[in-house]
């Protein structure tokens, strides 16, 4: 199935690099419990041919790995990873219901036998901890014992497999995981348990742990149980994406009727019928008379929305309506849901710097833990050699760090879901680090301060004319065209229902001047520059510096529509937002002058600079970089791909440019200006989250490692601390997924 060419399109992406064939794939790995998982597959991949990179998520599980299809298969790849233990799947089918409950159902079984026997064993303890030496016969005490070790059995050979199993991996390729403390933990405290079971009187002593083995295994498996919630919640945003379209669709043959098929098999300009509550399978042309469309993951609008015949839905979205006719323009990678999912794996699949150096820190760590162990049972058996191997025990439990290797991951994977829920994609984790520490933001203006379409702003007419006659003429004029100052005016005259459209006859568009028309009784008007309508007046004349269109008729002048780019509703806001939050505003436009100080002025921004070229605002970027300035750029254009690129962190909108979008770090889906203000307070509130979580485990380690030297902590106890720090590293980054508000009112300034 993953040599299928039909199949790879959804997972792997084909490019040509200097004239070689290369391919880029996105995998899930299933089996990973933690980070030197991660590096067990990217070994086992690295070094073989035709495998130019592969780097795996820990925390999210997934696979990017890039290789050369002439060299070597996906099948064979996933071979290799087989061999080490580990399952090759494509996402779809590895985040599918089925997958999800089989692995959610295994873990319950091995907390449900893990729990079940720690309370029997403990059951059988407690007599020995409130009685007092000698008050139990020998035979009935030895007869617990054996009942305790009975009831260990299930949890050391089924319960604990996977520590076993994770551990036996990282040994086969001489390296050390997390799992490695923990299972030599078990495994020796069950071996000195039984050994002092089978003969009281050896040299293990006469001491057993069942109770400390059975709850710390027990409390272990719930945290990892845990984790596993927390960890679906964390990439759910992506998760939702991914298994957002339909498997299957109806599919309308040549004779009418309909046949459900895959939707891997739809070619362009098929047509297809969708039900409701399914989603869009393409991007495509509603053929019905309208549907109801819900695009909120898509766009980050809550609303649903009405598309009418002829006009575009989006792969992904929901139809809510009934069912609906839909013709297939875009299929798998070249639509827009696919291209939202490609930006959201390249995060997912990113590790940020602080977790790299949190991994970098865990490896040499476990060898102390190891060493440290060992220590601890050599020093307490010259004590006490009852009590060597619950202290050895206790250390390895204690000190395995996957609250550290938790930290970063947990809290930035958890913004960057809220986040996309909310229509913001993130494109790098590491992004929130920088932009948490920027204290300014550069707009573009054209597109993203305001709308890429003009707007109507003030008619000017003669004598005897009403300023709605004259709008609708130009209207009627204006319908023929696509010019953006046609439709600035046929927009403005929607409003005018009531009023009766003048009936024109050969309308007639003159390339690059106006439109010409012939009213009822034969005189000519023209709709379009001054010198196209033969007018050189002071009536014609614009008084401001606007843009500008004019009316005639044979008489002359008959009116001056004066025109404005369109601020958006929150561009105000948003900036008076940026301002009360310590951070500076310029607005880089490559306009004129007075339009781009019209807009600054109106929007607020601290420095206007306009006339600028491209190669101009990347002088203009690096200047402010220069002068210590950490800058967030805003833009949507073509030429703001190179400044996008060059600022410390960027924002495209979701219409922008592809380029743009590819050089940005965050994508707005719904076009907000507003959302920079919300992505830079989850960003500030991300990187404190991060602290916190990175200060916790070294606090927690500072705390209990030299207790567990001491003797004062139990395995039991150990065990518990250890779960107990990741749960609170995960359930401290979760905070994070409640701080993006899901309407747009509020974010506005002065909202908590």
């Given at each position: 199935m993953l040599d299928d060419p039909v199949e790879q399109r959804e997972f792997t992406e084909f490019s040509d690099v200097d004239g070689r064939n290369t391919a880029e794939s996105v995998l899930m790995v299933q089996g990973m419990y933690c980070a030197a998982c991660a590096d067990t597959v990217e070994t086992a991949l690295q070094h073989l041919p035709g495998v130019e990179r592969a780097h795996v998520h820990a925390a999210t599980r997934r696979l990017t790995l890039r290789?050369?299809?002439?060299?070597?298969?996906?099948?064979?790849?996933?071979?290799?990873?087989?061999?080490?233990?580990?399952?090759?799947?494509?996402?779809?089918?590895?985040?599918?219901?089925?997958?999800?409950?089989?692995?959610?159902?295994?873990?319950?079984?091995r907390l449900f036998v893990a729990g079940f026997c720690a309370m029997q064993v403990m059951m059988?303890?407690?007599?020995?901890?409130?009685?007092?030496?000698?008050?139990?016969?020998?035979?009935?005490?030895?007869?617990?014992?054996?009942?305790?070790?009975?009831?260990?059995?299930?949890?050391?050979?089924?319960?604990?497999?996977?520590?076993?199993?994770?551990?036996?991996?990282?040994?086969?390729?001489?390296?050390?995981?997390?799992?490695?403390?923990?299972?030599?933990?078990?495994?020796?405290?069950?071996?000195?348990s039984s050994a002092a079971t089978f003969d009281p009187t050896g040299p293990w002593g006469y001491e057993v742990w069942y109770d400390s083995l059975t709850m710390f295994v027990f409390f272990l498996l719930g945290g990892r149980y845990l984790e596993l919630k927390a960890r679906d919640r964390t990439a759910g945003a992506l998760d939702s994406l991914m298994n957002r379209l339909p498997e299957v669709c109806d599919l309308q043959k040549s004779d009418g009727r309909f046949e459900s098929v895959s939707i891997r098999r739809l070619a362009l300009g098929d047509v297809v019928r969708v039900q409701a509550g399914q989603a869009f399978p393409g991007d495509g042309a509603v053929l019905s008379e309208s549907a109801t469309v819900d695009e909120a993951l898509l766009t980050g609008e809550s609303r649903p929305v009405t598309r009418h015949q002829g006009e575009g839905v989006v792969a992904g979205s929901f139809n809510l309506g009934g069912p609906v006719l839909l013709r297939v323009d875009k299929l798998g990678r070249d639509t827009r849901f696919a291209q939202i999912v490609s930006l959201m794996e390249k995060a997912s699949t990113e590790k940020p710097r602080l977790a790299i150096l949190a991994d970098r820190i865990a490896a040499p760590f476990l060898v102390a833990v190891l060493v440290a162990a060992a220590f601890a049972g050599w020093y307490w058996w010259q004590i006490d050699h009852s009590k060597a191997l619950a202290v050895a025990v206790a250390v390895l439990i204690v000190t395995c760090p996957c609250a550290l290797s938790l930290?970063?991951?947990?809290?930035?994977?958890?913004?960057?879901?809220?986040?996309?829920?909310?229509?913001?994609?993130?494109?790098?984790?590491?992004?929130?680090e920088s932009l948490a520490n920027i204290n300014a933001v550069v707009f573009d203006k054209t597109g993203t301060l305001t709308h890429d379409r003009l707007l109507l702003a003030h008619v000017r007419t003669r004598a005897g004319v009403s300023q709605d006659e004259a709008l609708?003429?130009?209207?009627?004029?204006?319908?023929?065209?696509?010019?953006?100052?046609?439709?600035?005016?046929?927009?403005?005259?929607?409003?005018?229902?009531?009023?009766?459209?003048?009936?024109?006859?050969?309308?007639?568009?003159?390339?690059?001047?106006?439109?010409?028309?012939?009213?009822?009784?034969?005189t000519r008007v023209r709709l379009g520059s001054s010198a196209f309508c033969g007018l050189d007046g002071a009536d014609a004349r614009d008084v401001s510096d606007a843009p500008r269109v004019c009316l005639s008729d044979e008489q002359g002048w008959l009116a001056t529509f004066e025109l404005q780019e369109g601020l958006r509703d929150d561009a105000q806001a948003a900036v008076s937002a940026l301002r009360a939050m310590g951070v500076r505003t310029w607005l880089l436009s490559g306009d004129r002058e007075a339009a781009a100080q019209q807009v600054g002025q109106a929007v607020g921004v601290d420095h206007v600079i306009a006339g600028a070229s491209p190669e101009q605002k990347l002088a203009e970027v690096t200047a402010l970089q220069a002068q210590g300035i950490q800058l967030a750029m805003v833009g949507d254009g073509l030429n703001d791909g190179p400044v996008l690129a060059r600022a410390n962190t960027s924002f495209a909108l979701g219409h922008a440019a592809p380029l743009a979008q590819a050089q940005s770090d965050y994508v707005i889906q719904g076009g907000q200006v507003m959302d920079v203000v919300l992505t830079l307070k989850q960003a500030r509130s991300t990187l404190r989250i991060v602290r916190e979580n990175l200060m916790w485990a070294a606090l927690y380690n500072l705390v209990c490692v030299p207790l567990a030297l001491l003797g004062f902590m139990p395995p039991w106890l150990a065990g518990l601390g250890m779960a107990g720090s990741s749960l609170l590293v995960i359930g401290n980054a979760l905070r994070l997924a409640s701080k993006v508000p899901s309407r747009l009112s509020d974010t506005a300034p002065g909202s908590p």
């Open positions: 290789w050369d299809p002439e060299k070597t298969t996906m099948s064979s790849l996933a071979r290799a990873v087989g061999d080490t233990g580990y399952r090759l799947l494509p996402m779809q089918q590895a985040l599918s219901i089925s997958e999800r409950l089989r692995e959610t159902r295994q873990a319950l079984w059988y303890a407690w007599p020995a901890y409130v009685t007092e030496p000698g008050e139990i016969p020998a035979d009935i005490d030895q007869l617990l014992r054996w009942a305790s070790w009975v009831l260990s059995l299930p949890v050391v050979f089924f319960a604990s497999g996977p520590f076993f199993s994770s551990a036996w991996r990282d040994l086969k390729h001489g390296r050390i995981g997390m799992d490695t403390p923990v299972s030599i933990g078990i495994l020796v405290t069950f071996l000195a930290a970063t991951p947990a809290a930035m994977l958890t913004s960057a879901g809220a986040l996309a829920r909310r229509g913001i994609l993130v494109r790098r984790l590491q992004a929130f609708l003429l130009a209207a009627a004029m204006a319908a023929g065209s696509l010019h953006p100052v046609s439709r600035a005016i046929a927009l403005a005259a929607g409003g005018l229902e009531n009023l009766q459209t003048p009936a024109l006859t050969d309308l007639a568009e003159v390339a690059g001047q106006g439109m010409q028309a012939l009213r009822p009784n034969g």
